[in-house]
């Protein structure tokens, strides 16, 4: 069985406007100075092997794609769990910032919340938020 997600690699135009949006308003810790067509983040400090990644691309394997050139990586959909004061002080950021937010969703199934916007390349990003503490234990 899997033991988790190790890393997101999401294929961006503009790095440095993915660096803004993930670090400066959802708060997320660079791993390492970001380059042009790089920037790493550890998604949790606890498991530092748990990263989002941005990237303008190709990436390595990308020659071997079945589909054609643009249509190799698409807009994704992701989810990062925080508490509600979290979200609260990235609510605000992103506001601040012009940048719409979308919900609440309330999901009995997984007895969260989740909170929606978009990134500057246009993922779908969910801030969710368990209802308890249990909820994730």
Known sequence: ???GLSELVLIVDDVAA?????RDLLGLTLEKPATDDWAWFLLDAARPTQR???AT???LFEEHSPKPDGHRFGNVHF???VTADEWSEIKARLSAAGIDTFGPTHFDWMAATGHYCYD?????VELWIPDSPEATA
């Open 18 to 22: 993915g660096v803004r949006f993930y």
């Open 1 to 3: 069985m899997p033991s």
């Open 79 to 81: 989810a990062i769990q």
């Open 52 to 54: 989002l990644a941005l």
């Open 120 to 124: 500057p390349a246009g993922n779908l």
């Open 57 to 59: 691309g190709p990436l």
